[in-house]
């Protein structure tokens, strides 16, 4: 499986982002997909999750209430829109492929970077 993530870019606080993931490869023995980030000086931090099979959805606290990650089977993208964006939000998106369970990421995709300016 390889996942191509892409939608990053220079956004201004309180604006909104649409990432997306693309996946290409033997999706269909995927469990779900998720997003982490990384910024400057900091370890790579979960986001959020979700499903293929049943769309169910996790996130981090950092971004509860003003994210929300989606799919589209068919096209085999996955989405993280974030709202109300904060500076603390900047940081390299990753998009991530879970093969068995939310265990063990499988599969990176490249990183976009988002920067959010105050």
């Known amino acids: 499986v390889q996942l191509q993530a892409y939608g990053g870019g220079l956004v201004q606080a309180r604006a909104s982002l649409r990432l997306s993931c693309a996946a290409s490869?033997?999706?269909?023995?995927?469990?779900?997909m998720g997003w982490f980030r990384q910024a400057p000086g900091k370890e790579r931090e979960f986001v959020a999750r979700?499903?293929?099979?049943?769309?169910?959805?996790y996130y981090a606290d950092s971004v509860k209430g003003r994210s929300t990650i989606s799919r589209d089977n068919a096209k085999n993208t996955v989405y993280l829109q974030i709202n109300s964006l904060k500076p603390e939000d900047t940081a390299v998106y990753y998009c991530?492929?879970?093969?068995?369970?939310?265990?063990?990421?499988?599969?990176w995709g490249q990183g976009t970077q988002v920067t959010v300016s105050s």
């Open positions: 991530a492929g879970y093969s068995v369970n939310y265990y063990t990421v499988n599969f």
């Open positions: 490869g033997r999706t269909s023995s995927s469990y779900g």
């Open positions: 979700i499903r293929w099979s049943t769309g169910y959805t």
